[in-house]
């Protein structure tokens, strides 16, 4: 039974880190390797946005994890079979989207952990056990370490009813969603707007508070510093696609169309 870093969100000497990621859109298991070759701790594997079904979504978990990382995925929504699926493809993460209160939270929880704490199905030959190749009751309680279930809070409802998500056993943290959020607080797509930087650095304050790890998904600038400075211990500050815009719009920019005549 593999039980090396079992703490994600621990260091080599056991102290406290914050886990690093990106994004990769494309679906590309080469730019997942590549990105925790890198360095980055965790690489994000979008299927509620993007078009990844769960074959494609094992071997971008198999890629990160031969770049020395480990997957995160963000799975379609909080039905059973896509949080069961994901976690046995391999995932250490699972982000679930549209999380608003704490009835949900424990859902997921259910669905993603083996008894005691859930009761995730029963199966022997995936990745996320190892094939089975161990003692099946301590693979299962390894899973239960290995794995972190986070809700996506993404509205103002699930601000509201943050707390009592908090309160619920099994789940590892919140994950603030900004651009649904910004759409709830009615400023969609200005992640600099100051309402949303408070509001979610009072998210992730009141989510460390309470014990639950906080986590975030936007590019470098005044919403990412303030959740870093808030505590936010897991954040993703970039994508394989949105990343290649600036730098191929140069590249285009820098080489003449014109001058090509015989």
């Keep these: 039974m593999n039980t090396a870093s079992l703490d994600l969100f621990a260091d080599a000497e056991g102290k406290p880190r914050r886990v690093r990621g990106v994004a990769i859109y ?4 080469r730019l997942a390797e590549l990105a925790a070759r890198i360095g ?3 690489v994000w594997i979008e299927m509620e946005h993007g078009p990844a079904d769960f074959s494609l979504a094992e071997s971008l978990c198999q890629a990160v994890e031969a770049g020395g ?4 995925i ?3 929504d909080g039905q059973r079979c896509h949080v069961l699926r994901a ?3 391999g995932a250490r993460i699972i982000v679930i989207p549209l999380i608003n209160n704490a009835d949900q939270a424990r859902q997921i929880v259910a669905y993603g952990k083996f008894p005691p704490l859930g009761s995730r199905g029963f199966n022997t030959r995936s990745r996320g056990v190892e094939y089975g190749l161990s003692q099946i009751t301590a693979v299962f309680a390894d899973a239960n370490r290995r794995t972190h279930l ?3 809070i993404e509205s103002t409802e699930a601000v509201e009813n943050l707390d009592a998500i908090c309160r619920v056993d099994g789940l590892a943290g919140i994950f603030i969603g900004p651009g649904d959020l910004s759409m709830s607080l009615g400023c969609a797509g200005n992640l ?4 949303l930087v408070e509001l979610a650095a009072g998210c992730i304050r009141r989510a460390r508070a309470a014990g639950k790890h906080a986590g975030i998904l936007v590019a470098p600038g005044p919403l990412l510093d ?3 400075g808030a505590g936010c211990d897991l954040c993703f500050c970039g994508g394989d696609v949105t990343d290649l815009v600036e730098p191929w719009r140069r590249l285009l920019a820098s080489v003449s169309a014109t001058g090509a005549g015989r």
């Design 150 to 152: 986070f809700a996506q």
């Design 226 to 228: 303030a959740a870093s």
């Design 192 to 195: 600099a707007d100051q309402r």
């Design 74 to 76: 963000r799975v379609p």
């Design 40 to 42: 980055f701790e965790t």
């Design 26 to 29: 494309s679906g590309s298991t």
């Design 87 to 89: 976690l046995e493809a």
């Design 69 to 72: 990382g480990f997957a995160t």
